[in-house]
């Protein structure tokens, strides 16, 4: 796995594989037998709200959360657009028509 900064050697033998059933646990009160009768899909739900709930709990986590959530949008911010559009590229003397919502400029 790459991470953001070089892995030892040594680091291999101490790698803990049950730290995401001891974050569901702590997150949801269910112990690991429990975790392990429960559907696979159940689980990856409380894997998935154990994360969130860890980031939320900070003001970096929360902002983290709000930068991924920006990221993964997907459709254009059109009303930004026309402000941009009208704003400072009126200033320098372009013009913006709406084409749907698209937009075509023109010197």
Same mark, same amino acid.
């Given at each position: 796995?790459? @991470?953001?900064?070089?892995?030892?050697?040594?680091?291999?033998?101490?790698?803990?594989?049950?730290?995401?059933h001891?974050?569901?646990?702590?997150?949801?009160?269910?112990?690991?037998?429990?975790?392990?009768?429960l559907?696979?899909?159940?689980?990856?739900?409380?894997?998935?709200?154990?994360?969130?709930?860890?980031?939320?709990?900070?003001?970096?986590?929360?902002?983290?959360?709000?930068?991924?959530?920006?990221?993964?949008?997907?459709?254009?911010?059109?009303?930004?657009?026309?402000?941009?559009i009208?704003?400072?590229?009126? @200033?320098?003397?372009?013009?913006?028509?709406?084409?749907?919502?698209?937009?075509?400029?023109?010197?």
């Amino acid at each position: 796995m790459i @991470k953001y900064a070089p892995e030892e050697s040594w680091g291999d033998a101490f790698e803990i594989s049950t730290a995401t059933h001891r974050r569901v646990a702590e997150y949801s009160g269910y112990d690991f037998a429990a975790q392990c009768d429960l559907p696979y899909s159940a689980f990856l739900l409380l894997v998935r709200d154990s994360w969130l709930d860890s980031y939320m709990r900070s003001d970096e986590g929360r902002q983290i959360l709000k930068d991924i959530s920006r990221l993964q949008q997907t459709k254009a911010d059109i009303s930004a657009i026309r402000e941009m559009i009208g704003g400072e590229n009126a @200033k320098r003397g372009l013009r913006a028509c709406a084409i749907g919502d698209e937009f075509a400029c023109e010197h």
